[in-house]
């Protein structure tokens, strides 16, 4: 709605995984390069976590376009899983019929293509995202998955991605021969403050922005204060900050559209989107 107004090409801040989007913060460099390091140096089992709203997801979908074609990779999205749904996801993302039978068929079938693309000298890569919601049974099921390697090496590394209550879910003695498997770990923290200011300026030329629509400094400030540098809740105070400049014709967002914007978000003061808009 507002992007002609603001000289935008696409919305800078949706709240989509678009890995076009991608802005690359410290922290999200580091995480990546741990999982790299943790696939290439078949360390078995790596384990991301960060808050909600972090960027786990979209450093899943990056992760995807930086692995080398030698590697065969299956994203599994879905949490909700039984045992013998997350082995089918697993197998139908690999390229391979899902419908072979029971567990212990489809257990073989993976183990097959898994020594088949040793032998072709390819590395294997599970990434599970959203796996603090695993059922104890499935983080077990998923144990037994590393399990399957060959005298010199394991065939699968597996990355598991969530939230912080994984960590917790992994500490538990029941989990304990998975936890001593992990070889690689890393906590994705917010972005700082001037990461903040380049994370948004880097959706905007992304987005084609023609330079018309400007942020203060102050501005980036209270987005920090707000949303402690969280990308989602970034973009979702900005976007509504896009919406309102639209609203009371201004193209430079500074610190009080900001703060109008998130208290509209937390509820706060009515939806100005509710005003009639003159066009
Ligand atoms: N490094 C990044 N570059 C560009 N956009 C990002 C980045 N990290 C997060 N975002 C944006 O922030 C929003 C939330 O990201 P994402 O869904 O990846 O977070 P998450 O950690 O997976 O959240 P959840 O804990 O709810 O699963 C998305 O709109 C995404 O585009
Ligand atoms: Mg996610």
């Given at each position: 709605m507002?992007?002609?107004?603001?000289?935008?090409?696409?919305?800078?801040?949706?709240?989509?995984?678009?890995?076009?989007?991608?802005?690359?913060?410290?922290?999200?460099?580091?995480?990546?390069?741990?999982?790299?390091y943790?696939?290439?140096?078949?360390?078995?089992?790596?384990?991301?976590?960060?808050?909600?709203?972090?960027?786990?997801?979209?450093?899943?979908?990056a992760?995807?376009?930086?692995?080398?074609?030698?590697?065969?990779?299956?994203?599994?999205?879905?949490?909700?899983?039984?045992?013998?749904?997350?082995?089918?996801?697993?197998?139908?993302?690999?390229?391979?019929?899902?419908?072979?039978?029971?567990?212990?068929?489809?257990?073989?079938?993976?183990n097959?293509?898994?020594?088949?693309?040793?032998t072709?000298?390819?590395?294997?890569?599970?990434?599970?995202?959203?796996?603090?919601?695993?059922?104890?049974?499935?983080?077990?099921?998923?144990?037994?998955?590393?399990?399957?390697?060959?005298?010199?090496?394991?065939?699968?590394?597996?990355?598991?991605?969530?939230?912080?209550?994984?960590?917790?879910?992994?500490d538990?003695?029941s989990?304990?021969?998975?936890?001593?498997?992990?070889g690689?770990?890393?906590?994705?923290?917010?972005?700082?403050?001037?990461?903040?200011?380049?994370?948004?300026?880097?959706?905007?030329?992304i987005?084609?922005?023609?330079?018309?629509?400007?942020?203060?400094?102050?501005?980036?400030?209270?987005?920090?204060?707000?949303?402690?540098?969280?990308?989602?809740?970034?973009?979702?105070?900005?976007?509504?900050?896009?919406?309102?400049?639209?609203?009371?014709?201004?193209?430079?967002?500074?610190?009080?559209?900001?703060?109008?914007s998130?208290q509209?978000?937390?509820?706060?003061?009515?939806?100005?989107?509710?005003e009639?808009?003159?066009?």
């Open positions: 507002y992007l002609d107004y603001l000289g935008l090409r696409e919305h800078p801040f949706s709240v989509t995984t678009d890995p076009a989007f991608l802005y690359l913060s410290r922290r999200h460099r580091e995480a990546l390069s741990h999982m790299m943790g696939i290439r140096e078949r360390k078995g089992f790596i384990e991301i976590t960060g808050e909600i709203g972090t960027g786990k997801t979209t450093l899943c979908k992760l995807l376009r930086q692995l080398e074609d030698t590697t065969r990779t299956a994203l599994i999205l879905h949490s909700g899983l039984s045992e013998l749904q997350l082995l089918q996801a697993v197998i139908q993302d690999f390229g391979l019929d899902p419908m072979r039978g029971n567990r212990f068929g489809l257990f073989n079938e993976l097959r293509f898994l020594i088949e693309q040793a072709l000298g390819n590395n294997i890569v599970l990434i599970i995202d959203e796996a603090q919601n695993l059922s104890l049974r499935v983080l077990e099921q998923i144990r037994m998955l590393s399990n399957l390697e060959t005298d010199k090496q394991k065939l699968v590394q597996i990355v598991l991605v969530g939230q912080p209550q994984l960590r917790d879910k992994l538990r003695p989990l304990r021969q998975l936890q001593q498997r992990i690689v770990r890393y906590h994705i923290l917010p972005l700082d403050g001037e990461e903040v200011r380049t994370y948004i300026e880097h959706r905007l030329e987005a084609g922005s023609d330079g018309s629509l400007a942020f203060t400094g102050e501005a980036f400030e209270e987005i920090y204060r707000c949303s402690n540098g969280i990308p989602r809740l970034m973009n979702l105070v900005c976007d509504r900050a896009l919406l309102a400049c639209y609203v009371l014709r201004t193209k430079l967002v500074d610190r009080a559209l900001i703060q109008r998130y509209e978000l937390m509820g706060q003061v009515p939806l100005s989107t509710s009639p808009v003159k066009v």
